[in-house]
């Protein structure tokens, strides 16, 4: 079972990853993969270098039960270096496994247009893009649209600076959730609002996953501690899984 709220598993048949944008800096995979590697996990003899786990591809296809699965948790599918044949196994894995619901976030969105061109994006993919700020995070919204993906969904995490005026026309589910660690930045209540205003007014689902290591006092302590209340209440909104026949 994850620990990431939003989803059941996790499923990483690529791992390591390279920065591209603010949201990148203080990157949870890169410590932890560096972590796994001191500790021998088989995967991460390459600690956070890009790592094709071609032996990781037919895990799902070993789980009946419906699962939503996170996929690439310690990586990004869509970076360069991975090949696209590759990228179509993954593809073909998904699409045999109609019982399961994936996730897939990338902030490459600049190569999904060209790449999904040809290529169908199986029914039971969720694609999303990470929008930290303004600068690096909306300009990926509008090339997420160019997918026809049954589900595409934003995530806010972290949460940067203020979104403004966030369109949010042809997504289907926001994630929002504040940075954690020890250097951590903080997150503003009002950014957060600002985004679940959003969704209300426009019909999507809200998820805000947490605080992180500032509270909404502006206060730094423990990211348990903090939690994951929003106006008295969390918000665990998603969008609807398919019925299983």
């Known amino acids: 079972m994850s620990k990431i709220e939003w989803t059941e598993e996790t499923w990483n048949p690529v791992t390591g990853c390279t920065k591209v944008s603010p949201g ?4 949870y995979a890169e410590t932890l993969s560096i972590r796994l590697q001191g500790m021998g996990v088989p ?135 504040g940075e954690s660690g020890p250097k951590a930045r903080p997150m503003k209540p009002s950014w957060v609002e600002n985004i679940k205003n959003r969704c209300e007014d426009q019909g999507v689902p809200f998820f805000f996953k947490q605080w992180g290591a500032w509270g909404p006092d502006g206060v730094l302590r423990s990211k348990k501690a903090n939690g994951r209340d929003l106006g008295g209440k969390t918000w665990d909104e998603m969008p609807a899984l398919p019925e299983i026949v």
Request: proline share 7%; charged share 25%; aromatic share 10%.
């Open 24 to 27: 990148c800096k203080h990157c």
């Open 43 to 177: 995967g991460y003899e390459n600690g956070f270098q890009l790592s094709i786990q071609s032996e990781r591809l037919e895990q799902p296809l070993k789980r009946r039960r419906p699962t939503i699965y996170f996929v690439n948790s310690m990586s990004d599918l869509f970076q360069e270096g991975v090949p696209a044949e590759f990228i179509d196994q993954v593809l073909d894995v998904i699409r045999r496994t109609p019982q399961h619901t994936y996730q897939v976030l990338t902030k490459r969105a600049e190569v999904l247009p060209a790449f999904f061109e040809k290529r169908e994006c199986p029914e039971n993919l969720w694609l999303g893009v990470s929008v930290e700020d303004q600068r690096y995070g909306v300009p990926r919204i509008p090339l997420l649209r160019q997918v026809a993906a049954p589900v595409r969904f934003l995530s806010a995490e972290p949460l940067l600076e203020d979104l403004g005026d966030i369109n949010l026309e042809g997504i289907q589910w926001v994630i929002v959730g």
